[in-house]
């Protein structure tokens, strides 16, 4: 019988391979500047880009685990978020569903997404929480852009001078808004957020 550590270790190397076969284009940096780095690639399939944020956050895993999971101050860090809550959770709170209204710049419509996610926990010490948009148990808003396809990661790795913190996202984000601005959306947005993501946790 598989341990949970080895499970969860399979299902993260599974989607790894996964995402390895669906991918087209190698990572190119798109941005390097105040500890944040930004890459983007293609994905078949897709005229959007897939984005990949990192930063090394002098820090310790349990602070970086607790900003995570307090939804309610997403507000203040990630890029645009304005306003989160809770949908549902489960008892052990690794399995939560969370809401997400992201403002977008005018004339487009602001955006809202429903997320699930879910937390894995690998032998290395790692930590990955898995994010998928789902179209449940919240109805749409009027006036708001409902995104029904988003998938990524957070992955938090320690490190000896800190955590390396990897946010790598692809998404829709729905409804009429040029490919173009939504391409330099995927650069902007990592970066703003994991630099005040670094900010907060280096202050």
Same mark, same amino acid.
């Given at each position: 019988?598989? %341990? ?6 399979? +299902? ?8 390895? +076969?669906?991918?087209?284009?190698? =990572?190119e !940096? ?9 890459? %983007? ?11 990949? @944020?990192? #930063? !090394? ?8 685990? @607790? ?24 008892? /052990? &709170?690794? $399995? *939560? ?6 403002a #977008?710049? =005018?004339? *487009?419509? $602001?955006?809202?997404?429903?997320? $699930?996610? %879910?937390?894995?926990?690998d #032998? /290395?010490?790692?930590?990955?929480? +898995? ?10 808003n009027? @006036? ?9 990661? =957070? ?5 000896? /001078? @800190?955590?390396l ?6 998404? $829709?984000?729905g409804g009429?808004i040029?490919? =173009? ?9 990592? +970066?703003?957020?994991?630099? &005040? !993501?670094?900010?907060? !946790?280096?202050?």
């Open positions: 019988m598989q %341990t949970p550590i080895l499970k969860y270790t399979v +299902f993260a190397l599974f989607l790894t391979i996964l995402c390895g +076969f669906t991918s087209v284009g190698e =990572w !940096l798109k941005k390097d500047k105040n500890g944040v780095q930004v890459y %983007t690639r293609a994905k078949s399939g897709s005229t959007l880009k897939e984005f990949k @944020g990192t #930063a !090394l956050i002098k820090t310790s895993m349990e602070e970086i685990i @607790g900003v995570l999971s307090d939804i309610n101050s997403y507000t203040e860090w990630q890029h645009n978020c304005l306003k989160t809550y809770i949908v549902k959770e489960n008892d /052990d &709170n690794e $399995d *939560v569903t969370v809401y997400v209204l992201t #977008a710049p =005018w004339p *487009v419509s $602001d955006r809202e997404v429903i997320i $699930d996610n %879910t937390i894995v926990r #032998a /290395d010490g790692s930590i990955t929480m +898995f994010m998928k948009a789902s179209d449940k148990d919240v109805p749409p009027e @006036g708001i852009v409902r995104i029904t396809y988003l998938e990524g990661f =957070w992955k938090i790795e320690p490190k000896p /001078d @800190g955590v913190v990897t946010n790598q996202v692809h998404t $829709d984000p009429k040029p490919d =173009w601005l939504a391409n330099s959306t995927v650069i902007d947005s990592p +970066f703003n957020t994991l630099l &005040n !993501l670094k900010n907060l !946790l280096e202050k």
